[in-house]
């Protein structure tokens, strides 16, 4: 069956270090890979969608790539600021979305 | 623009008990979709539906059902409800069915869910 997963352990930095999170996934082959924030007791917000054809995606200070080789999407935020605390989602895209469990990111100021 | 709105809130429940989740979509979305997320995971998803007919189901039990309503406003109902199904329910809308190709009329907008706790 199709298996999405991130980070198990919560990532913590500085301000001003880039974070790095990884999304690897598994039996599937998705057409398009999409990142959300989500903050503690609120719905996920769209960040990103990275297409297969498409080997990177910037918006901002955040970026994702997507190697469709490894089965593998990173998303980066630099220059991370305390705001940035959440936790981050993958998602493949058919009819419905299929999540990984996400990771949790602290910036420290 | 408003957007996607639940209610309740939160929600206590005892086992066995019977609970309605309702949502209402932003306005002239005609997609609903429903996603459970238990503590420390991502989204599951349960249903979909899509000018009132059900176009998707998730690996969930007959407990589970929902429904969507002329005005695109949907329900989820849960019976007999047991510990297992405490987490945060969440809606999505989207212009049309959420599906691919992707685009701006199926993107997926969330609202902020209702946390069901069952003792």
């Known amino acids: 069956s199709q298996k999405i997963e991130q980070n198990s352990e919560a990532l913590n930095i500085q301000e001003g270090k880039t974070a790095t999170l990884t999304c690897n996934y598994t039996?599937?082959?998705?057409?398009?890979l999409q990142w959300y924030r989500q903050d503690p007791g609120r719905g996920p917000v769209f960040l990103l969608l990275?297409?297969?054809?498409?080997k990177e995606k910037r918006k901002e200070r955040l970026k994702v790539t997507f190697d469709t080789t490894l089965k593998q999407s990173l998303f980066h935020i630099t220059a991370s600021q305390p705001a940035d605390s959440a936790t981050y989602l993958c998602?493949?895209?058919?009819?419905?979305?299929?999540f990984g469990a996400g990771t949790t990111v602290t910036v420290r100021a | 623009d408003a957007g996607v709105t639940q209610s309740p809130t939160h929600l206590i429940k005892t086992r066995g008990q019977q609970v309605t989740l309702r949502c209402s979509p932003i306005?002239?979305?005609?997609?609903v979709s429903w996603y459970q997320q238990v503590l420390g995971q991502g989204p599951q998803f349960i249903f979909q539906?899509?000018?009132?007919?059900?176009?998707g189901r998730g690996n969930f039990p007959d407990r589970f059902s929902a429904r969507q309503f002329p005005n695109y406003s949907s329900e989820l109902n849960v019976n007999a409800l047991l510990l297992g199904d405490s987490a945060l329910y969440l809606c999505?809308?989207?212009?049309?069915?959420?599906?691919?190709?992707?685009?701006?009329?199926?993107?997926?907008?969330f609202g902020p869910g209702t946390r069901l706790t069952v003792l």
């Open positions: 999505a809308s989207s212009l049309r069915l959420a599906g691919i190709p992707l685009s701006s009329y199926n993107e997926q907008f």
């Open positions: 039996n599937y082959s998705p057409a398009y």
């Open positions: 990275i297409r297969e054809n498409e």
């Open positions: 998602a493949f895209n058919d009819y419905k979305l299929s």
């Open positions: 306005s002239g979305h005609k997609s």
């Open positions: 539906y899509y000018e009132k007919e059900e176009r």
